[in-house]
């Protein structure tokens, strides 16, 4: 979570480099490069796969030309990535204290939380140095302590040791002794590890040179203070969901339609879906739907003809409400949804009279409707999958033909499955 925060800062940041106010005057020539390192920097840690020991140069180098506490969130991201947690931390402690009042408070609150964070991953160690007695005078002891080809400066020789997890390389080396080494493994979070190193006399300790130890590597310039991911890419809140509905109905038919009493007829078709939205939380969104569908019962014999005449009857419905749409997280998803709205309904039928006469019949009304869907969900990158099942109760309004009514039902319930796609914007 707090990786993610601080890469919504640093795609702001990035965003604020990459493109300057078109009145802003030329850059010099140390923020072009400033500004071209720093492009540079975030593509390579944007790779596929990315590259962050290249990334971390180009931030290093940028900050070199111009330097900026928001570059420094980049370096010490570029670390956090290549698991070299203490430096990351040093690098953001010190992008606090060098932006002051300058960084935002948010930005602050950031980057502290990611220190507590990796402070957690963070390995301590105490290196305990003694020296054998040898023959005659032993020299007086004054250690130096490399740990991974690195001087510990010797105001620190007493304190516990940060390091990050790993194997690490411990040496002692002391005028008048031999070199002690030893290598030790840290695991994540491991705390107060002693590291026993024991320096043995030099065989001669009268007046040859000492020799020379071997050169100790200059520990590599800090440029310190984590952050998070950058990112170019904005969180993607919007979306639209296209996709059909396989759905069924049954209505209570009345005499107007030449029915017997009470006839059912089940109504079987399908619909279009449209949605669109905003995520207002990672569980939930909220947004709008609407549906047109076509239904058609089985033909049958028309019931008042004579002769075997079929009959056609048919609903087309419309559909438009606000849906709250609630689901887990993850790439595969349980998603549930409920709406409520306003639904058409138009019922139409093609009947044959006595006479074998075919005469058409139609009649509409506007009601209330109310919906359930529940299924699953298939993250696909910005796009998605749906297959969801729903049930759906809407009022048939005044559905009159000639002022009688052509269903002896008021409401009606149709049920289906949905086969949907949808996009992220």
Same mark, same amino acid.
């Given at each position: 979570?707090?990786?993610?925060?601080?890469?919504?800062?640093?795609?702001?940041?990035?965003?604020?480099?990459?493109?300057?106010?078109?009145?802003?005057?030329?850059?010099?020539?140390?923020?072009? &490069?400033?500004?071209?390192?720093?492009?540079?920097?975030?593509?390579?840690?944007?790779?596929?796969?990315?590259?962050?020991?290249?990334?971390?140069?180009?931030?290093?180098?940028?900050?070199?030309?111009?330097?900026?506490?928001?570059?420094?969130?980049?370096?010490?991201?570029?670390?956090?990535?290549?698991?070299?947690?203490?430096?990351?931390?040093?690098?953001?402690?010190?992008?606090?204290? =060098? !932006?002051g009042d300058a960084i935002k408070?948010?930005?602050?609150?950031?980057?502290?939380?990611?220190?507590?964070?990796?402070?957690?991953?963070?390995?301590?160690?105490?290196?305990?140095?003694?020296?054998?007695?040898?023959?005659?005078?032993?020299?007086?002891?004054?250690?130096?302590?490399?740990?991974?080809?690195?001087?510990?400066?010797?105001?620190?020789?007493?304190?516990?040791?940060?390091?990050?997890?790993?194997?690490?390389?411990?040496?002692?080396?002391?005028? !008048?002794?031999?070199?002690?080494?030893?290598?030790?493994?840290?695991?994540? !979070?491991?705390?107060?590890?002693?590291?026993?190193?024991?320096?043995?006399?030099?065989?001669?300790?009268?007046?040859?040179?000492?020799?020379?130890?071997?050169?100790?590597?200059?520990?590599?310039?800090?440029?310190?203070?984590?952050?998070?991911?950058?990112?170019?890419d904005r969180p993607r809140l919007?979306?639209?969901?296209?996709?059909?509905?396989?759905?069924?109905?049954t209505i209570r038919l009345t005499?107007?339609?030449?029915?017997?009493?009470?006839?059912?007829?089940?109504?079987?078709?399908?619909?279009?879906?449209?949605?669109?939205?905003?995520?207002?939380?990672?569980?939930?969104?909220?947004?709008?739907?609407?549906?047109?569908?076509?239904?058609?019962?089985?033909?049958?014999?028309?019931?008042?003809?004579?002769?075997?005449?079929?009959?056609?009857?048919?609903?087309?419905?419309?559909?438009?409400?606000?849906?709250?749409?609630?689901?887990?997280?993850?790439?595969?998803?349980?998603?549930?949804?409920?709406?409520?709205?306003?639904?058409?309904?138009?019922?139409?039928?093609?009947?044959?009279?006595?006479?074998?006469?075919?005469?058409?019949? &139609?009649?509409?009304?506007?009601?209330?409707?109310?919906?359930?869907?529940?299924?699953?969900?298939?993250?696909?990158?910005?796009?998605?999958? =749906?297959?969801?099942?729903?049930?759906?109760?809407?009022?048939?309004?005044?559905?009159?033909?000639? =002022?009688?009514?052509?269903?002896?039902?008021?409401?009606?319930?149709?049920?289906?499955?949905?086969?949907?796609?949808?996009?992220?914007?």
């Amino acid at each position: 979570m707090i990786a993610r925060a601080l890469a919504i800062a640093i795609a702001l940041a990035a965003a604020a480099f990459a493109r300057p106010a078109l009145a802003a005057p030329p850059p010099d020539a140390a923020t072009a &490069s400033m500004r071209a390192h720093f492009e540079a920097g975030v593509r390579f840690y944007d790779a596929k796969p990315p590259d962050y020991v290249r990334a971390l140069d180009e931030f290093r180098a940028a900050y070199r030309d111009k330097p900026s506490p928001i570059i420094k969130q980049n370096i010490a991201l570029c670390l956090r990535a290549l698991g070299r947690y203490v430096e990351a931390i040093d690098v953001l402690k010190e992008m606090i204290a =060098e !932006g002051g009042d300058a960084i935002k408070p948010r930005d602050r609150d950031l980057a502290t939380a990611a220190i507590d964070e990796m402070e957690q991953q963070v390995a301590t160690a105490k290196v305990a140095i003694t020296a054998r007695a040898g023959a005659g005078n032993a020299p007086e002891l004054h250690p130096a302590l490399i740990v991974d080809g690195v001087l510990v400066p010797s105001a620190k020789m007493g304190e516990p040791l940060r390091l990050d997890p790993g194997e690490h390389r411990f040496r002692v080396h002391a005028e !008048g002794y031999g070199d002690a080494a030893t290598n030790a493994t840290f695991s994540r !979070g491991q705390r107060d590890v002693v590291i026993a190193m024991e320096l043995v006399p030099n065989a001669v300790t009268v007046a040859p040179p000492p020799p020379t130890p071997p050169p100790i590597a200059e520990p590599p310039p800090r440029y310190d203070v984590v952050a998070p991911t950058p990112r170019k890419d904005r969180p993607r809140l919007y979306y639209g969901i296209a996709g059909l509905s396989l759905q069924s109905q049954t209505i209570r038919l009345t005499t107007v339609l030449d029915e017997k009493e009470n006839t059912k007829r089940t109504f079987t078709g399908a619909s279009a879906v449209l949605r669109v939205g905003r995520s207002v939380d990672k569980y939930w969104d909220l947004g709008a739907m609407t549906e047109l569908g076509v239904f058609g019962a089985e033909a049958y014999d028309s019931p008042a003809s004579a002769t075997p005449i079929p009959a056609k009857t048919g609903i087309v419905n419309w559909a438009l409400a606000p849906e709250l749409r609630v689901h887990s997280v993850g790439k595969l998803r349980v998603i549930a949804s409920v709406a409520v709205g306003l639904e058409f309904t138009a019922l139409g039928a093609q009947l044959a009279d006595a006479n074998g006469i075919i005469t058409t019949r &139609s009649a509409s009304g506007l009601g209330l409707m109310g919906l359930v869907e529940a299924g699953g969900q298939l993250e696909l990158g910005r796009a998605f999958l =749906e297959s969801v099942l729903f049930f759906d109760v809407h009022g048939l309004g005044a559905m009159n033909y000639r =002022e009688r009514s052509v269903t002896a039902d008021t409401s009606a319930a149709r049920g289906g499955l949905r086969l949907l796609v949808g996009f992220r914007f």
